[in-house]
Structures are given as structure tokens and as C-alpha cells.
């Protein structure tokens, strides 16, 4: 486990993010298109929480990435977690390749 805690207001605060999943199983022709507006929209909601990647923050790049499968929801997860080589916990810059 990761230890990652968040506060009671941080969960609320983060319930009122919009568009807080990817629908994996939306038209074919546009989830390349969908998923990039939600990656960004990710960055700049991760950035503005303060999880900016910097080379000597490791619980930055875990906490980053543990944030990223959980608002992308559960069906991308379950694919993210068949792809081979996806790296470990701190391993955000790759699972975010692995996954675009």
C-alpha cells in the first residue's frame, strides 16, 4: 500500500471534479481524441494539487499515478493492469505512455 491519505475535504473537493472517468467503451473513432482532453484536464488537476513531478519526489510520482488510475476509473484500470511493463508505483511517466 501506498499510504496515500487524503483528508475528508480533499474527497470532497475531489468529488466535484468534472468528467472524472474515461469511457472506455465510447465511439472507437473518438476515444483517442477523448482521452487526451481528460489526460490534460488530469495534469492540470494534479498539477494544481500540488503532485508536480520532480526528479527527488518519489511520493509525488506515486501519489500522481495512484490519482491517475483512480479518476480514469475502473475500466481502464483493468486494462492498465494487463499491459506488460507499466512499472512499479513510482513509475508515473510510464504508466501515463502506457496508457496513451
Known sequence: MLGIRFSEDEFQRFGNWRNSTIDVNS?????????????????????GKGLIIVPD???????????????????????????????GAKDYQKAEVHMT
Open 27 to 47: 465511439d472507437p473513432s473518438s476515444v483517442g481524441t477523448e482521452w487526451k482532453r481528460w489526460l490534460r484536464s488530469f495534469q492540470l488537476y494534479a498539477d
Open 57 to 87: 519526489k518519489d511520493d509525488n510520482k506515486a501519489q500522481r499515478r495512484a490519482l491517475l488510475l483512480h479518476c480514469a476509473g475502473s475500466d481502464v484500470q483493468d486494462i492498465f493492469y494487463v499491459l506488460p511493463n507499466t512499472g
